[in-house]
């Protein structure tokens, strides 16, 4: 049974730790000398959301997941060797609050198994 959690707490470390790692910074943009030379629409700022959104897409994509359109919905899948088995593979799909709940999950779930080791260990 501790061997089921070690490899568990292992694969959720290994899929948590790009999301926990500090962001790139941001490119600097010098402003413009001239704000009259600017459109006003230069000046508008985007949704809220939109960047976050961004984010958290790049973020998965760099963790492999691929998009793919199922039933009029964007969601991002990602094939992975089955435990156990180097030949068989098993795809994930999710669209993108589905994965970033899977990954809070894991990420307490091992939270929550260290916690457990250490308990046991004093």
Same mark, same amino acid.
Do not use: W
């Given at each position: &049974?501790?061997?089921?959690?070690? &490899?568990?707490?292992?694969?959720?470390?290994?899929?948590? &730790?790009? =999301?926990? =790692?500090?962001?790139?910074?941001?490119?600097?943009?010098a402003?413009?000398?001239?704000?009259?030379?600017?459109?006003?629409?230069?000046?508008?700022?985007?949704?809220?959301?939109?960047p =976050? @959104?961004?984010?958290?897409?790049?973020?998965f994509? =760099?963790?492999?997941?691929?998009? #793919?359109?199922?039933?009029?919905? @964007?969601?991002?899948?990602?094939?992975e060797?089955?435990?156990g088995?180097?030949?068989?593979?098993?795809?994930?799909?999710?669209?993108?609050? #589905?994965?970033?709940? &899977?990954?809070?999950?894991?990420?307490?779930g091992?939270? #929550?198994?260290?916690?457990?080791?250490?308990?046991?260990a004093?």
């Amino acid at each position: &049974m501790r061997f089921v959690f070690g &490899m568990l707490a292992c694969l959720g470390v290994g899929a948590a &730790m790009p =999301a926990l =790692a500090d962001p790139p910074p941001a490119p600097s943009t010098a402003p413009a000398a001239s704000s009259a030379a600017a459109p006003s629409s230069a000046t508008t700022p985007a949704p809220a959301e939109k960047p =976050a @959104e961004d984010a958290d897409v790049r973020h998965f994509l =760099a963790e492999g997941f691929k998009p #793919e359109t199922r039933g009029g919905e @964007e969601v991002y899948c990602r094939k992975e060797h089955a435990i156990g088995s180097r030949i068989n593979t098993v795809k994930h799909c999710g669209t993108i609050k #589905e994965l970033k709940l &899977m990954e809070q999950q894991t990420r307490k779930g091992v939270e #929550e198994s260290q916690r457990q080791q250490t308990m046991g260990a004093h």
